[in-house]
């Protein structure tokens, strides 16, 4: 499993289930996930026939995750296959998995017989108030319960903490001295510990502020234990930059720094979600399809391997060469972290038969032709227009007879700007005042005033509306870097048609896009996709009425909805 880039894949991630019993405020939006449907979900037998194949093509190690692995109620059978595949001598070396730990300390000793060999525990606090602020459940004493007996059966454990400047940062040294120096433990026990920067997720209210660098974590250390050394031989996959502390060779404390010095030049990891699609990269929203090919029946086991092993040697080959940067991630389409095993953009292999390539080289699979479709939570389009009745004429849908449910729809668009005009709106510099609080109360308002702009729209219950401006950094005047040479349609006309019109062509010239969204939550019978794109528009609209004595030629585009859940139709994720 070579890409393009010569990067060897041998590690899966298995994703065992969408559920958690935590609500993670980094992971999943506050009004939690939508969830895929039983059906669409592995089976066991599903789930471990695409796991031999992985492992028949150079996967060595897997890792279970979710959601919240330990929820599945067959996970100790997992675990036992598994290891029953690495007894054969298939190639697998190693089964780990990542838990939250909350339901773990009495299941721990059965891990241990079925052939589990490390754990990656996730702990965010010491305190139970700053664990309920990140988890918004309680359960601190369940996960140091849990981190004890994993250590009482001797399983390999690591903890993961995700800093968050308003949460944990201030208790780094105290990580250090109870866990990687062993302190709880009287020094009997030194757990790695790996600090990970906040990463941006589909629902999980990403802010720049929030998140600490790996540069800013390592000085608060360094300020308390002196220079960190480096641990040689730190590659191979490894994602955390790891080092021990100066007074003690014996410590392993690390740091996941996937925003600000990313690993992916070495990244050998695949994702297999909980419904059966492979996904390449954690920041693409690009998945593809296996599920599909596992259950055709009109596909013998050898034919519906080669159409498996087709599509995963696509979303291998297509892989990019490093992910965006964390405010282009931000901005972007994927989903809440929890539901990396959910439905999303789903491209499904349509090329008849798929073939693996042998060459001298290392072993790669030929990628296989594919249509990208929407979510497949997502009925085709309709081939007729619900506000035409069947003579054609107009009328307003009929929602009566429908019971009311949870809805939510997300809307973008971008306002380009000059570099003098994004400058002025970054700095709050603006002769009309605060622009994006006027733009965010303006895009509220609209959104709950939809129906009375759109004729045949509803009056939707809404219960939350969310605006948000993301502006970029702007170099001061004589720096580069950040614009968009951005020409609007208007003006992409030929200079002689121009002559003929006395028309004066607009200079091209570098924009910055500032990106505007509104998320609009609901309880109603209708779906709210209008309140998102009314909000999402109005806010922009305001936000060029603010600036345009900077730039009368700023420009807005790109206004679509980019999700909605929730409904008949179920989920939807735009490109």
Same mark, same amino acid.
């Given at each position: 499993?070579?890409?393009?880039?010569?990067?060897?894949?041998?590690?899966?991630?298995?994703?065992?289930?969408?559920?958690?019993?935590?609500?993670?405020?980094?992971?999943?939006?506050?009004?939690?996930?939508?969830?895929?449907?039983?059906?669409?979900?592995?089976?066991?037998?599903?789930?471990?026939?695409? &796991? !031999?194949?992985?492992?028949? @093509?150079?996967?060595?190690?897997?890792?279970?995750?979710?959601?919240?692995?330990?929820?599945?109620?067959?996970?100790?059978?997992?675990?036992?296959?598994?290891?029953?595949?690495?007894?054969?001598?298939?190639?697998?070396?190693?089964?780990?998995?990542?838990?939250?730990?909350?339901?773990?300390?009495?299941?721990?000793?059965?891990?241990?017989?079925?052939?589990?060999?490390?754990?990656?525990?996730?702990?965010? =606090?010491?305190?139970?108030?700053?664990?309920?602020?990140?988890?918004?459940?309680?359960?601190?004493?369940?996960?140091?319960?849990?981190? +004890?007996?994993?250590?009482?059966?001797?399983?390999?454990?690591?903890?993961?903490?995700?800093?968050?400047?308003?949460?944990?940062?201030?208790?780094?040294?105290?990580?250090?001295?109870?866990?990687?120096?062993?302190?709880?433990? &009287?020094?009997q026990h030194k757990i790695p510990v790996r600090f990970i920067e906040l990463m941006p997720f589909g629902g999980n209210g990403w802010e720049r502020t929030e998140m600490v660098?790996?540069?800013?974590?390592?000085?608060?250390?360094?300020?308390?234990?002196?220079?960190?050394?480096?641990?040689?031989?730190?590659?191979?996959?490894?994602?955390?930059?790891?080092?021990?502390?100066?007074?003690?060779?014996?410590?392993?404390?690390?740091?996941?720094?996937?925003?600000?010095?990313?690993? &992916?030049?070495?990244?050998?990891?695949?994702?297999?979600?909980?419904?059966?699609?492979?996904?390449?990269?954690?920041?693409?929203? !690009?998945?593809?399809?296996?599920?599909? =090919?596992?259950?055709?029946?009109?596909?013998?086991?050898?034919?519906?391997?080669?159409?498996?092993?087709?599509?995963?040697?696509?979303?291998?080959?297509?892989?990019?060469?490093?992910?965006?940067?964390?405010?282009?991630?931000?901005?972007?389409?994927?989903?809440?972290?929890?539901?990396?095993?959910?439905?999303?953009?789903?491209?499904?292999?349509?090329?008849?038969?798929?073939?693996?390539?042998?060459?001298?080289?290392?072993?790669?699979?030929?990628?296989?032709?594919?249509?990208?479709?929407?979510?497949?939570?997502?009925?085709?389009?309709?081939?007729?227009?619900?506000?035409?009745?069947?003579?054609?004429?107009?009328?307003?849908?009929?929602?009566?007879?429908?019971?009311?449910?949870?809805?939510?729809?997300?809307?973008?668009?971008?306002?380009?700007?000059?570099? @003098?005009?994004?400058?002025?709106?970054?700095?709050?510099?603006?002769?009309?005042? +605060?622009?994006?609080?006027?733009?965010?109360?303006?895009?509220?308002?609209?959104?709950?005033?939809?129906?009375?702009?759109?004729?045949?729209?509803?009056?939707?219950?809404?219960?939350?509306?969310?605006?948000?401006?993301?502006?970029?950094?702007?170099?001061?005047?004589?720096?580069?870097?950040?614009?968009?040479?951005?020409?609007?349609?208007?003006?992409?006309?030929?200079?002689?048609?121009?002559?003929?019109?006395?028309?004066?062509?607009?200079? !091209?010239?570098?924009?910055?896009?500032?990106?505007?969204?509104?998320?609009?939550?609901?309880?109603?019978?209708?779906?709210?996709?209008?309140?998102?794109? @009314?909000? &999402?528009?109005?806010?922009?609209?305001?936000?060029?009425?603010?600036?345009?004595?900077? +730039?009368?030629?700023?420009?807005?585009?790109?206004?679509?909805?980019?999700?909605?859940?929730?409904?008949?139709?179920?989920?939807?994720?735009?490109?």
């Open positions: 499993l070579v890409d393009r880039f010569d990067r060897r894949h041998r590690y899966l991630r298995v994703s065992l289930t969408e559920r958690c019993n935590l609500r993670c405020t980094y992971c999943m939006p506050p009004e939690g996930a939508p969830l895929s449907p039983q059906p669409s979900l592995l089976t066991t037998p599903e789930l471990l026939t695409l &796991c !031999r194949l992985f492992i028949s @093509h150079g996967v060595d190690k897997i890792r279970l995750t979710g959601g919240e692995p330990t929820l599945r109620k067959d996970m100790l059978d997992v675990v036992r296959a598994l290891d029953a595949m690495r007894k054969e001598g298939l190639g697998l070396n190693e089964i780990v998995m990542t838990t939250n730990g909350i339901a773990g300390a009495r299941k721990v000793a059965g891990w241990k017989e079925a052939g589990l060999d490390g754990v990656n525990l996730s702990l965010d =606090a010491l305190d139970e108030e700053g664990f309920e602020r990140v988890a918004r459940r309680r359960g601190l004493s369940s996960v140091l319960a849990t981190l +004890d007996a994993l250590l009482a059966h001797s399983i390999r454990v690591k903890l993961n903490v995700v800093v968050l400047r308003s949460v944990n940062l201030s208790h780094l040294v105290s990580f250090i001295r109870e866990f990687a120096l062993g302190e709880r433990w &009287c020094g660098s790996y540069r800013e974590m390592r000085d608060v250390l360094e300020n308390e234990f002196g220079q960190l050394v480096e641990v040689e031989g730190n590659g191979g996959g490894e994602v955390a930059k790891t080092f021990h502390l100066p007074s003690d060779p014996s410590t392993r404390l690390g740091f996941i720094t996937s925003m600000t010095s990313h690993f &992916c030049p070495t990244c050998d990891r695949l994702r297999l979600t909980a419904d059966g699609h492979v996904k390449a990269c954690l920041h693409s929203g !690009r998945e593809l399809d296996l599920r599909g =090919a596992l259950r055709d029946p009109s596909l013998g086991a050898e034919e519906a391997e080669r159409r498996i092993m087709g599509v995963v040697g696509k979303a291998v080959w297509e892989k990019e060469a490093g992910h965006k940067g964390a405010g282009e991630l931000a901005r972007g389409g994927n989903r809440p972290m929890v539901l990396i095993g959910g439905s999303a953009k789903v491209s499904t292999a349509v090329e008849e038969e798929p073939a693996l390539v042998a060459s001298s080289t290392p072993t790669g699979i030929q990628p296989s032709t594919t249509q990208t479709l929407p979510s497949s939570a997502s009925p085709p389009d309709s081939a007729t227009l619900t506000h035409l009745t069947s003579s054609g004429a107009l009328h307003m849908v009929d929602v009566l007879s429908k019971p009311p449910t949870l809805r939510h729809a997300s809307a973008r668009c971008s306002l380009y700007l000059s570099a @003098h005009a994004a400058r002025l709106l970054r700095k709050g510099a603006l002769a009309k005042g +605060d622009a994006v609080a006027v733009a965010k109360v303006a895009g509220t308002a609209a959104a709950k005033r939809t129906w009375d702009v759109v004729p045949m729209c509803h009056m939707v219950n809404i219960g939350r509306v969310d605006v948000e401006v993301v502006i970029p950094d702007v170099p001061e005047e004589g720096e580069e870097g950040g614009a968009t040479d951005y020409l609007p349609e208007s003006s992409r006309i030929s200079d002689s048609r121009a002559a003929e019109y006395n028309y004066t062509l607009p200079r !091209r010239v570098p924009r910055f896009p500032i990106h505007v969204s509104c998320s609009v939550t609901a309880l109603d019978r209708t779906g709210c996709e209008m309140e998102a794109v @009314h909000g &999402c528009s109005v806010a922009a609209v305001v936000l060029y009425d603010m600036c345009k004595a900077a +730039d009368r030629g700023a420009v807005i585009s790109g206004v679509r909805v980019v999700e909605k859940s929730g409904g008949k139709s179920g989920g939807w994720r735009g490109e």
